[in-house]
Protein backbone atom coordinates (compact mmCIF):
# COMPACT_ATOMS: atom_id res chain seq x y z
CA UNK A 1 0.00 0.00 0.00
CA UNK A 2 1.29 3.63 -1.10
CA UNK A 3 4.42 1.86 -2.08
CA UNK A 4 4.74 -0.15 1.16
CA UNK A 5 4.78 -3.67 1.47
CA UNK A 6 2.51 -5.26 4.86
CA UNK A 7 1.13 -8.84 5.31
CA UNK A 8 -2.32 -9.75 4.95
CA UNK A 9 -3.90 -12.90 6.45
CA UNK A 10 -7.09 -14.28 4.19
CA UNK A 11 -9.70 -16.03 6.56
CA UNK A 12 -11.99 -18.32 4.67
CA UNK A 13 -15.28 -18.51 5.67
CA UNK A 14 -19.18 -18.34 4.18
CA UNK A 15 -19.75 -17.01 0.39
CA UNK A 16 -18.88 -13.50 0.80
CA UNK A 17 -21.97 -10.59 0.36
CA UNK A 18 -22.33 -7.70 -0.14
CA UNK A 19 -20.70 -6.46 3.03
CA UNK A 20 -17.78 -8.55 2.08
CA UNK A 21 -17.32 -5.67 -0.43
CA UNK A 22 -17.05 -2.78 2.15
CA UNK A 23 -13.30 -2.09 2.60
CA UNK A 24 -12.31 -3.18 6.73
CA UNK A 25 -11.57 -0.75 9.20
CA UNK A 26 -9.63 -2.82 11.16
CA UNK A 27 -5.89 -3.43 10.26
CA UNK A 28 -3.01 -5.53 12.22
CA UNK A 29 0.13 -3.62 10.88
CA UNK A 30 4.02 -5.43 11.28
CA UNK A 31 6.65 -3.00 12.93
CA UNK A 32 7.50 -1.22 16.20
CA UNK A 33 5.44 -1.35 19.02
CA UNK A 34 3.34 1.84 19.92
CA UNK A 35 4.91 4.59 22.17
CA UNK A 36 3.29 6.57 24.70
CA UNK A 37 -0.09 6.13 26.33
CA UNK A 38 -0.64 3.64 23.27
CA UNK A 39 2.32 1.12 24.28
CA UNK A 40 1.02 0.61 28.36
CA UNK A 41 -1.66 -1.46 26.79
CA UNK A 42 -1.26 -5.06 25.99
CA UNK A 43 -4.20 -5.48 23.72
CA UNK A 44 -4.93 -5.54 20.05
CA UNK A 45 -5.20 -2.14 18.53
CA UNK A 46 -7.84 -1.04 16.51
CA UNK A 47 -6.61 1.44 13.19
CA UNK A 48 -7.76 2.84 10.76
CA UNK A 49 -6.35 1.42 7.17
CA UNK A 50 -6.97 5.13 5.91
CA UNK A 51 -7.46 8.93 7.46
CA UNK A 52 -11.10 9.26 8.15
CA UNK A 53 -13.31 11.86 10.27
CA UNK A 54 -14.93 10.06 13.51
CA UNK A 55 -18.84 9.95 13.16
CA UNK A 56 -19.75 7.81 16.94
CA UNK A 57 -18.03 6.13 19.19
CA UNK A 58 -20.22 3.33 20.70
CA UNK A 59 -17.88 2.53 23.70
CA UNK A 60 -15.53 4.16 26.73
CA UNK A 61 -12.91 2.86 28.24
CA UNK A 62 -13.31 0.15 30.26
CA UNK A 63 -16.43 -1.21 28.82
CA UNK A 64 -16.52 -4.95 28.10
CA UNK A 65 -16.88 -5.49 24.46
CA UNK A 66 -17.74 -9.22 22.69
CA UNK A 67 -16.29 -10.01 18.98
CA UNK A 68 -18.35 -8.00 16.41
CA UNK A 69 -19.42 -5.51 18.56
CA UNK A 70 -19.45 -2.31 16.87
CA UNK A 71 -16.92 0.24 18.50
CA UNK A 72 -17.48 3.34 16.52
CA UNK A 73 -18.25 4.48 13.28
CA UNK A 74 -15.69 6.23 10.83
CA UNK A 75 -16.07 7.98 7.65
CA UNK A 76 -13.57 7.47 5.30
CA UNK A 77 -13.84 8.65 1.26
CA UNK A 78 -17.70 9.68 1.80
CA UNK A 79 -17.99 6.13 2.98
CA UNK A 80 -19.50 5.07 6.76
CA UNK A 81 -17.53 2.38 8.02
CA UNK A 82 -18.18 0.79 11.30
CA UNK A 83 -15.46 -0.15 12.86
CA UNK A 84 -16.08 -3.85 15.14
CA UNK A 85 -14.69 -5.33 17.79
CA UNK A 86 -11.87 -8.23 16.91
CA UNK A 87 -12.27 -9.77 19.93
CA UNK A 88 -13.86 -10.06 23.16
CA UNK A 89 -12.15 -7.83 26.16
CA UNK A 90 -11.98 -4.31 27.98
CA UNK A 91 -11.74 -1.30 25.95
CA UNK A 92 -8.76 0.73 27.26
CA UNK A 93 -6.88 3.76 25.87
CA UNK A 94 -9.45 5.39 23.94
CA UNK A 95 -7.83 8.40 22.08
CA UNK A 96 -10.71 9.33 19.48
CA UNK A 97 -14.30 11.68 20.26
CA UNK A 98 -16.85 12.33 17.72
CA UNK A 99 -15.84 14.76 15.18
CA UNK A 100 -12.27 14.11 15.66
CA UNK A 101 -9.99 13.00 12.99
CA UNK A 102 -8.38 9.41 12.75
CA UNK A 103 -5.40 9.36 11.73
CA UNK A 104 -4.00 5.96 9.03
CA UNK A 105 -2.86 3.34 11.05
CA UNK A 106 -2.97 5.03 14.12
CA UNK A 107 -4.36 3.21 17.15
CA UNK A 108 -7.73 4.43 17.77
CA UNK A 109 -7.97 2.17 20.98
CA UNK A 110 -7.09 -1.06 22.16
CA UNK A 111 -9.09 -4.04 23.00
CA UNK A 112 -7.56 -5.96 25.91
CA UNK A 113 -8.12 -9.58 26.82
CA UNK A 114 -10.63 -9.95 29.64
Known amino acids: MNGERSAARVVRGPAPGPSALRPSAVVALPGPPPTGPAAASS ?3 IVPPMPGKVIEVRVRA ?8 I ?9 RNEVPSPAD ?3 ENLTVAPGSSARAHEPMLFVRPP
Open 43 to 45: GVA
Open 62 to 69: GDRVKRGD
Open 71 to 79: LLVLEAMKM
Open 89 to 91: GVV
